[in-house]
């Protein structure tokens, strides 16, 4: 059995990779925007250990939520699921790109990660170009997402690192006519964060419907992802933990 947290996790894929974990027989804790929507995840998710609230579009929430985090004790498997699509640049930013990054470097280190992208990832900027101006697409955001996971299998060689594609499905956020496969939407999230399959157990890879795919290749480059390290402790104030 596994403890595993997973953000944005009141609805959508987060949601429903809580469900098939907790009917796995794990321990899962979610986390939801605020109280009102903590409640309704707990209903919806039944069996679950617990929820943790914060904004994630606030730094210090976000920062604070690292702090509720560690008080629970060290976890298997930190899922980083929570996105906003189309909304500002700004909220983007903070949600998609910093939150993550500051919830890696604050919560204790677990045994996996598993960060959610996208297939728009491949038209970021890896230039970060907009990152000094907190004004991203995003496509930019998941591309920080992939820079983000493979900088972490860098530098933490005993934790599996890995990023997930779900791809368009319909979801709030996909919305009712994507045509992607849901079940292997949420499945892969849950396949990398608790089983024990070789193919699982690896490190810095971007994977759709459990199999290892094509990403945008600076995102390995050392120089790319330290200038992404460097601006995003620029911005939080939080450094990546060697």
Not at 99 to 107: F, G, M, Q, R, S
Request: proline residues 4%; aromatic residues 8%; positive net charge.
């Amino acid at each position: 059995m596994a403890r595993i947290f997973i953000t944005g996790s009141a609805d959508g894929l987060g949601q429903m990779a809580a469900k098939m974990l907790v009917n796995q027989g794990h321990q899962v804790v979610l986390h939801a925007r605020n109280q009102k929507r903590g409640e309704e995840a707990l209903k919806k998710v039944p069996g679950a250990e617990n929820v943790l609230t914060a904004d994630l579009s606030d730094m210090e929430e976000t920062k604070q939520l690292a702090e509720k985090v560690n008080v629970l004790g060290r976890f298997d498997t930190i899922i980083h699921n929570a996105g906003v699509y189309q909304v500002s640049g700004d909220l983007i930013f903070a949600v998609n790109t910093l939150a993550p990054y500051i919830l890696t470097c604050l919560i204790q280190k677990p045994k996996r990660l598993v960060y959610l992208s996208s297939g728009m990832h491949l038209s970021g900027d890896y230039g970060l170009k907009n990152m000094e101006s907190g004004r991203v697409s995003y496509s930019d955001s998941k591309l920080h997402g992939v820079i983000l996971c493979m900088a972490t299998a860098r530098k933490w060689s005993d934790v599996y690192s890995n990023a997930v594609d779900p791809g368009w499905v319909p979801t709030k956020m996909g919305g009712p006519g994507a045509p992607g496969n849901l079940q292997k939407g949420f499945e892969t999230q849950v396949w990398l964060a608790v089983n024990n399959d070789e193919e699982a157990k690896v490190s810095g890879c971007y994977f759709y419907h459990k199999k290892q795919k094509y990403h945008v290749p600076e995102a390995t480059n050392v120089q790319v992802q330290e200038q992404f390290l460097n601006l995003c402790k620029k911005i939080t104030g939080v450094g990546f933990p060697e």
